[in-house]
C-alpha cells in the first residue's frame, strides 16, 4: 500500500505520526479541504507530466492551473499529464493521492511552484486517496527532494 511507503519515508525524518488520516476521502482539492477543514488553496496538489523519457512532479496550490506557455518556458516541453497507469508506473501512487514523498522511480524530478508560498502550511497527500501531512514550504522543498522552485502556475481567476 502506497501509504505504507510514504509512512516508512517519512520515519527518517521522525514526522510520520503527523500523517493525517481522515476517514473521509481526500482525492480530489475539494474533498481534501473539507476533511482537513483548511481552504481548497492550501491543499499541495502533485501534479504528474511526461518528459522524454520519463516525468516530472510539480506541487501547485489547490488554486492553481498550469499555465501553459509559463510551463513550455520552464521545461522546454508541452504541459501533457501522465495517464492513470503511466502516474502508478512512474510514481507509485494512484492518482487521488499522488504525492512528492517515496517515489518508486528515483529518477523522477520534483519542483514546488511558487503558488505554495503564500501559505504558512500546506497539505500535501501521503499515498493514499485518504491522507494528508502538515508542512512548511521548507518541509515539503526538504521532504519532496524539491529540484527546484518554479513559476508555472496562474490562480484561479476567482482567487485574483
Not at 492513470?84 to 517515496?102: K, Q, R, S, T
Request: charged share 25%; glycine share 4%.
Amino acid at each position: 500500500m502506497s501509504i505504507e511507503k510514504v509512512k516508512e519515508y517519512f520515519k527518517q525524518f521522525g514526522i510520520e505520526h503527523k500523517i493525517i488520516e481522515p476517514e473521509q476521502s481526500s482525492a480530489t482539492v475539494e474533498l481534501a479541504a473539507q476533511a482537513l477543514g483548511v481552504e481548497p488553496a492550501r491543499i499541495a496538489k502533485t501534479l504528474s507530466f511526461k518528459t522524454t523519457d520519463s516525468c516530472i512532479l510539480v506541487v501547485t496550490a489547490g488554486d492553481a492551473k498550469i499555465d501553459n506557455k509559463k510551463f513550455k518556458t520552464k521545461f522546454g516541453i508541452k504541459a501533457k499529464m501522465l495517464t492513470p497507469d503511466e502516474v502508478l508506473e512512474y510514481i507509485g501512487h494512484a492518482i487521488g493521492g499522488v504525492c512528492p514523498f517515496a517515489i518508486k522511480n528515483s529518477d523522477v524530478k520534483v519542483y514546488c511552484d511558487i503558488s505554495l508560498k503564500r501559505f504558512t502550511t500546506i497539505f500535501p497527500a501521503c499515498g493514499s486517496s485518504n491522507s494528508a501531512i502538515e508542512l512548511t514550504c521548507d518541509e515539503l522543498e526538504k521532504y519532496s527532494n524539491c529540484t527546484e522552485w518554479v513559476d508555472v502556475c496562474k490562480l484561479n481567476c476567482n482567487e485574483l
